[in-house]
């Protein structure tokens, strides 16, 4: 098993895949198209994570910050998650997204997964995906509530071990801030479309070589 | 002016100085002796930040899980937090010093300066200096108000552009989850005894080439 190859394999895993515009114009493809790319790397390191036995991941869909772009372009990653989702759910994962469904940018297609956990298959791994995400808003729920901060809006996504990055950007973008505390961080220079399964591997190789102290 | 060195100077970074006790360990000292030689260093950094004419730092002083440790460290971090801070009364910076005050490790020396900011000399650059912070507590405060999250108790720090990390370690540990959530991250691997200018340069130079889209 690939998973015996290390010691510690991270339990959640934060996934930001970024880059698709960039690897568009690179193959000198409408920055829109490069979305529609990113979806079979995503189905590539949802097997790679399996084969690793880790047990919960987020991904970064996309964020209500992000819908500023171009309609164009806002309506090809709104497209390429509603795609995701409907591959995914042939196969075996435990998804839940979040977001704010609130509004028309969220897909209509999606809302019968918001913010529930969904069973698929065999529910090998719990899939968490952020669709129409924003801090403010994550926090705000918590902030209508009297009591604590358990009550944000991604309180059942738990507290992230490592965030890979793709796209060479060294920072969160907002990315569930409060689970984030502690995550380890890691940056793949290449592009999400070009995605391959060494980076992954190389994330969790260095992983090895960080310690978990939690500040203490 | 080394500032027209470069096109865009970060408004405000945030500056986590770690390695203290890896490398005391490293120079053959008592893990707690390394905090007393992170002072001259922080001071050498502000003297490089008013040269390039960044408007605002915040530093990691520690945490509420950092007095989790041995009881003789956790009383070497706090007095080189305090006699950072009476170095710093002489100098030209308007301090705020953000951190649970309810506590016995709150240090009594700091509590003058504690959760309002106060005005050194010429006031060249407004410092923030996280103390006992917790980010629990830090949002709590918002929780407690009926309204919105401009009031945790770090709301009078602003946004973060760029956050500097010494000691290798690629994460966040706690800092400003709020502030932080679209800064660029910057790891030096040395650790932060072994401050040298070049570092902060180094750190700039990166900046340069990194875009800012707040996720549009």
Redesign the interface.
Known sequence: MPRKQFSRIPRHIGIIPDGNRRWAKAHDLDKKAGYDYGISPGFQLYETMLKYGVEEATFYGF?Q??T??PKAQTEAFVKACVDAVEILAHRDANLLVIGNTNSSVFPKELLKYANKRVHFGRGLINLNFLVNYD??WD??Q??N?T???DHIASADISRIDLIIRWGG???????L??Q???????VIDEYWPDFKEEHFVEALKWYQT?DIT???
Do not use: E, Q
């Open positions: 964020t910050d992000n500023k772009r801090w403010h926090l705000k918590a902030l509530n009591s604590m901060y950007r060294r920072r969160l973008s907002g990315f801030p409060i984030s505390v502690y995550s380890d961080f890691y960080t939690l500040g203490g």
